[in-house]
């Protein structure tokens, strides 16, 4: 079972920076799109932006000009730089990867989160 591992998460004051990392643990066949979600605590997990194997790439409002996903294939990673951070950004950030049997079927992997915090 491939497991998708978060990194980079941790405290940070407003206006401050972080890269999120997420690495899967064995190379993924049939990539769609990978992606970063948060959750806040008390609200829905929602979508903070997506990149697909393509390299297209899709922001969330709340978050564009100020985040940045990218992605390298051959490391099996993909990244969300995080400039200008605001305490409404605060939230744990989850890595999703979906990708496709070869039927077709949607298969979604996510990692276990990793805590961004940002505070004076």
């Known amino acids: 079972q491939v497991q998708l591992v978060e990194s980079g998460g941790g405290l940070v004051q407003p206006g401050g920076s972080l890269r999120l990392s997420c690495v899967a643990s064995a190379r993924i066949s049939r990539i769609n799109a990978m992606g970063w979600y948060r959750q806040a605590p008390g609200k829905q997990r929602e979508r903070v932006a997506t990149?697909?194997?393509?390299?297209?790439?899709n922001y969330a409002d709340y978050v564009k000009g100020r985040f940045t996903i990218s992605k390298d294939n051959a490391k099996n990673t993909v990244y969300l730089q995080m400039n200008s951070l605001k305490p409404e950004d605060t939230a744990v950030y989850y890595c999703?990867?979906?990708?496709?049997?070869?039927?077709?079927?949607?298969?979604?992997?996510w990692g276990q989160g990793t805590q961004v915090t940002v505070s004076s």
């Open positions: 990149i697909t194997s393509g390299g297209s790439t």
């Open positions: 999703n990867v979906v990708s496709r049997t070869l039927a077709g079927t949607p298969i979604n992997y």
